[in-house]
T-cell receptor, first 110, second 114 residues
Framework: QKEVEQNSGPLSVPEGAIASLNCTYS??????FFWYRQYSGKSPELIMS????GDKEDGRFTAQLNKASQYVSLLIRDSQPSDSATYLC??????????FGKGTRLHILP | ETGVTQTPRHLVMGMTNKKSLKCEQH?????MYWYKQSAKKPLELMFV???????ENNSVPSRFSPECPNSSHLFLHLHTLQPEDSALYLC?????????????FGPGTRLLVL
């Protein structure tokens, strides 16, 4: 059974601090990885995709991938209250299919 | 219209009703998906269509019947649903590329079965 594992949280982080979200995946052949943000009652929206080992930065967000350890992370710098949401990690297991983790609830404390 | 659209946005139906959910993508993608998300629960993949062909049916009960007439449109026909089918139904689309493409979601249809 191919899986993506995330800590469900909630993860509480003070405003202005760095939030660190982690994810592991089971399928060694996965090549594409994604982070989505989902506000309560809304649909998931893509934050970042990452395909190569190392770091990828986009504004306040940095995704990190370590294929040897089957580990993906998302760092959010200068956390804002508007970052409070559920963050979904996903891994592609087929050209037309990605599997999602159960999500980590992030709460930014004002 | 841009992105992925879904209609209706809200639906209330009785257990004996028949209704359909519609999804349309304007991104030129060739794969479309139906997901179910019950309250405070993770996403559940229901169906995958790749170039109009169904490539995944994740053990979905037959009271849910998908239809994909072309790569831009996806329907979910509903009949004799149960109260536990009340959920947010999300449509997504992606470009099928080697290694897996990004999925983009529509706003969802919030379904209540009475």
């Amino acid at each position: 059974q191919k899986e993506v594992e995330q800590n469900s949280g909630p993860l509480s982080v003070p405003e202005g601090a760095i939030a660190s979200l982690n994810c592991t995946y089971s399928d060694r052949v996965s090549q594409s990885f994604f982070w989505y943000r989902q506000y309560s009652g809304k649909s998931p929206e893509l934050i970042m995709s990452i395909y190569s080992n190392g770091d990828k930065e986009d504004g306040r967000f940095t995704a990190q991938l370590n294929k040897a350890s089957q580990y993906v992370s998302l760092l959010i710098r200068d956390s804002q209250p508007s970052d409070s949401a559920t963050y979904l990690c996903a891994a592609a297991v087929r050209d037309d299919k990605i599997i999602f983790g159960k999500g980590t609830r992030l709460h930014i404390l004002p | 219209e841009t992105g992925v659209t879904q209609t209706p946005r809200h639906l209330v139906m009785g257990m004996t009703n028949k209704k359909s959910l519609k999804c349309e993508q304007h991104l030129g993608h060739n794969a479309m998906y139906w997901y179910k998300q019950s309250a405070k629960k993770p996403l559940e993949l229901m169906f995958v269509y790749n170039f109009k062909e169904q490539t995944e049916n994740n053990s979905v009960p037959s009271r849910f019947s998908p239809e994909c007439p072309n790569s831009s449109h996806l329907f979910l026909h509903l009949h004799t649903l149960q109260p536990e089918d009340s959920a947010l139904y999300l449509c997504a689309s992606s470009q099928v590329v080697s290694g897996g493409g990004t999925q983009y979601f529509g706003p969802g249809t919030r379904l209540l079965v009475l």
